[in-house]
T-cell receptor
């Protein structure tokens, strides 16, 4: 148990729809990162939030957006879903400025049909 | 560009030792991580190296050479439950994790 929880665990959406994924970070952690992991691949960095501000972004289009709240929980929003968005979405929390590992939630398996 | 290479798949025998290699080219370096990931689950932390040398933690050890851009994960006394993917990740100058594609380790009795 890492203390990082994601919801929902599984989700099926139709192409063109919008989806919101949620993440509660580990107590005391102020940084949340989101990753997309396709089957058989390593995680791909989407973006990172630090104290409610986006603090880095990977090579993902603007239809991928996020929020971080004052309690450091976070949301990932994806608009205009495409079939290729089907993947495991992972949230990881960490403490900025401290050389520790990131702790992952169990992930949300998104299927776009 | 940033690149992390590790073998796609390895096979080993229960009770044996296996070494999984990782080479990297990244924009800056702020540590290298190894994670274990069972199918359909989230990655779990195994080890962290920021200085050259060997870090040992029970049956698992990890080595880093920053000058060579190289690391390995050594697993001893392999157990069937060690069958999983092993992911190498480097934290770059922006403190973001860059991941390899993972090495699928198959343990045979």
């Amino acid at each position: 148990e890492t203390g990082v929880t994601q919801s929902p665990t599984h989700l099926i959406k139709t192409r063109g729809q919008q989806v919101t994924l949620r993440c509660s970070s580990q107590s005391g952690h102020n940084t949340v990162s989101w990753y997309q992991q396709a089957l058989g691949q390593g995680p791909q960095f989407i973006f990172q939030y630090y104290r409610e501000e986006e603090n880095g972004r990977g090579n993902f289009p603007p239809r991928f957006s996020g929020l971080q709240f004052p309690n450091y929980s976070s949301e990932l929003n994806v608009n205009a879903l495409e079939l290729d968005d089907s993947a495991l979405y992972l949230c990881a929390s960490s403490l900025a400025g401290v050389d520790t590992e990131a702790f992952f939630g169990q992930g949300t398996r998104l299927t776009v049909v | 560009g940033q690149n992390i290479d590790q073998p796609t798949e390895m096979t080993a025998t229960e009770g044996a030792i296996v070494q999984i290699n990782c080479t990297y080219q990244t924009s800056g370096f702020n540590g290298l991580f190894w994670y274990q990931q069972h199918a359909g689950e989230a990655p779990t932390f195994l080890s962290y190296n920021v200085l050259d040398g060997l870090e040992e933690k029970g049956r698992f050890s990890s080595f880093l050479s920053r000058s060579k851009g190289y690391s390995y994960l050594l697993l001893k006394e392999l157990q069937m439950k060690d069958s999983a993917s092993y992911l190498c990740a480097v934290r770059d100058s922006n403190y973001q994790l860059i991941w390899g594609a993972g090495t699928k380790l198959i343990i045979k009795p």
